[in-house]
């Protein structure tokens, strides 16, 4: 009897479900093949390592004085490390989710998933550079607790790609500066090349929606975030128009979200 040949779908079910940190850091290369009838699939929750202890309620955010000491900065690297590793296994998750789905998207969500890891790998490193590394201090599964939600496709390039890696556009322009400031370059720099990368991420997620709804209006995307998401957490203190627009945002739907008012309306 020959074992059937591994697809990306078996790739994508297993990595989320691993919970072993090595498989988590350094999965198996992916396969070149596609199941030919794939099967729409919704994992619960992911697998999680013995190491990462994944907290309830949300751990204090550092003040900026105290990221001078490499071991509170390892702290806070260590929170974007785990961002990469939720990003990289709901990118896996959505292939399985959206089985559906056209192929172009989905081979899309495995190039993302991909770069994810990457990401991931990336700030491992710093954190070795810090004298830490993954899996040394507890982590929130926020991710894991929103994205789910998201019935279809399109809901998901809404909150993954628009909303939450919209932001990180933000986030990562302000971390790395900060980070440069401190002297700590080799992050810096890691924030930098995923900025540029996450641009191209916002693109895929702009380009779905307006093919999805004609076009990229900010009311039908703030209608299409699961509840109780709201674009105020889908920004950083200083909204970053530039890679924003690279990603293919237009200056009508950056002023929306600038001015979008309320904290959480
Ligand atoms: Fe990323
Ligand atoms: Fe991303």
Redesign the pocket.
């Known amino acids: 009897m020959t074992t059937p040949l591994r697809v990306v779908e078996d790739w994508a079910r297993d990595y989320v479900l691993a919970t072993e940190l090595e498989a988590k850091l350094s999965p198996p290369e992916a396969p070149s093949r596609w199941a030919a009838v794939p099967r729409v699939e919704r994992i619960a929750a992911p697998g999680r390592p013995v190491e990462l202890a994944v907290l309830d309620k949300s751990i204090r955010s550092l003040r900026a004085p105290e990221l001078k000491d490499a071991r509170k900065r390892a702290r806070l690297v260590h929170a974007m490390a785990h961002h990469?590793l939720q990003?990289a296994e709901l990118f896996a998750w959505a292939i399985l989710a959206f089985a559906d789905a056209p192929f172009a998207f989905r081979a899309g969500l495995l190039r993302i998933c991909l770069?994810?890891l990457r990401?991931l790998r990336a700030y491992a490193r710093c954190l070795t550079a810090l004298g830490s590394g993954y899996g040394e201090h507890p982590v929130r599964d926020w991710f894991w607790q929103r994205v789910p939600s998201c019935a279809t496709p399109l809901q998901f390039v809404a909150l993954v790609g628009l909303g939450l890696e919209g932001g990180n556009l933000d986030h990562a322009a302000h971390h790395a500066a900060e980070f440069a400031e401190l002297g700590d370059e080799k992050t810096a720099a890691v924030q930098r090349m995923?900025e540029r990368e996450?641009i191209e991420h916002v693109r895929f997620a702009a380009r779905w929606f307006a093919e999805w709804t004609g076009g990229l209006d900010f009311e039908r995307w703030r209608r299409e975030l699961v509840a109780p998401l709201t674009p105020t957490m889908m920004r950083g203190k200083a909204i970053n128009r530039a890679a924003r627009a690279e990603a293919g945002l237009d200056e009508a739907f950056l002023d929306a979200l600038a001015a979008w008012g309320g904290t959480d309306a």
């Open positions: 990469e990003a770069d994810e990401h995923i996450e």
